[in-house]
């Protein structure tokens, strides 16, 4: 499996070792005084260096009592009107460092990412006539999979395989692709939370011979188009601090820089921050 998942105390909880982290998402009716500690011992006994945790503003102060601290804040997350807030806590303060390299690479995209930032109201690029978009269901999972085996070929570890995304569409997830020729070159997973009226894109994988072509544009547009249909006000992702292509797409696409997790998840055998984008519906 490439992550666990699991219910802890009504919390949707991923964890594992490829990224030696656990990420889960609170809900209103979690005891968050129960779980964290929880989520602490989690930590203890695998080993994982970071907890990260998305809360609602009414749980900030008890995930700061236990030592958490906000890295990233989406005002209105939570059906519109109450503001998310994604905080940390650091088992191995090690994981908390970045080499300068890093930190001036990560700080250059920012910069050049917010001036490109566009109103909602900006020109609408119409797709390719070789291209196509459309919803993906359960049969075009082996498309899905291969195409990982393709993007991770050298990283074998991080190929998602049928069976994970079934589990992923047992938890309300969707499936889109951008197809050139009958061929699949684009992917993206969402993960919808109609309770809470948003969606995250929870993951990008493109063909390798296809990147830099920027083929993630349309996909995120026509994402920006489902949004009455899936019901939700506000679209929000986590993207490669140190890639300048789709935090530029993001930006451009109007959504508003949340903040930064820091050494979050493992891409490609390396340690990532990762910038987490919002876009908020008309």
């Given at each position: 499996m490439f992550e666990t998942i699991e219910n802890i105390?009504?919390?949707?909880?991923?964890?594992?070792?490829?990224?030696?982290?656990?990420?889960?998402?609170?809900?209103?009716?979690?005891?968050?005084?129960?779980?964290?500690?929880?989520m602490k011992e989690l930590a203890k006994e695998k080993r994982y260096e970071k907890i990260l945790g998305k809360a609602s503003e009414k749980g900030v102060d008890i995930f700061k009592s236990k030592g958490f601290t906000v890295e990233a804040k989406i005002p209105g997350l939570y059906n519109g009107t109450i503001d998310g807030y994604f905080l940390a806590d650091y088992t191995n303060q090690k994981r908390l460092i970045n080499d300068e390299k890093s930190m001036k690479?990560?700080?250059?995209?920012?910069t050049i990412a917010k001036a490109a930032n566009k109103p909602n109201t900006d020109s609408y690029f119409g797709l390719p006539v070789d291209l196509s978009i459309k919803q993906l269901s359960k049969s075009d999972f082996h498309l899905l999979e291969d195409l990982h085996k393709k993007a991770?070929?050298?990283?074998?570890?991080?190929?998602?395989?049928?069976?994970?995304?079934?589990?992923?569409?047992?938890?309300?997830?969707?499936?889109?692709?951008?197809?050139?020729?009958?061929?699949?070159?684009v992917s993206a997973i969402l993960d919808v939370n109609t309770e809470e009226a948003n969606v995250e894109i929870v993951d990008f994988v493109t063909h390798p011979d296809y990147r830099g072509q920027n083929l993630s544009y349309f996909l995120v547009q026509n994402i920006k188009k489902q949004m009455d249909k899936l019901c939700c006000k506000t679209i929000?992702?986590?993207?490669?601090?140190?890639?300048?292509?789709?935090?530029i797409t993001f930006s451009k696409h109007g959504f508003m820089l949340a903040g930064t997790l820091v050494n979050?998840?493992?891409?490609?055998?390396?340690?990532?921050?990762?910038?987490v984008w919002y876009f908020k519906g008309v």
């Open positions: 105390d009504g919390a949707l909880v991923y964890h594992g070792n490829m990224h030696n982290r656990i990420y889960f998402t609170e809900a209103d009716h979690v005891d968050l005084d129960t779980l964290l500690p929880k690479t990560i700080a250059t995209v920012k991770y070929k050298y990283h074998p570890h991080q190929i998602k395989d049928v069976s994970y995304f079934s589990k992923l569409e047992k938890l309300n997830h969707e499936f889109y692709g951008l197809y050139k020729n009958g061929e699949l070159l929000y992702t986590m993207v490669r601090a140190t890639s300048y292509g789709l935090n979050n998840c493992v891409v490609r055998d390396t340690l990532e921050s990762m910038n």
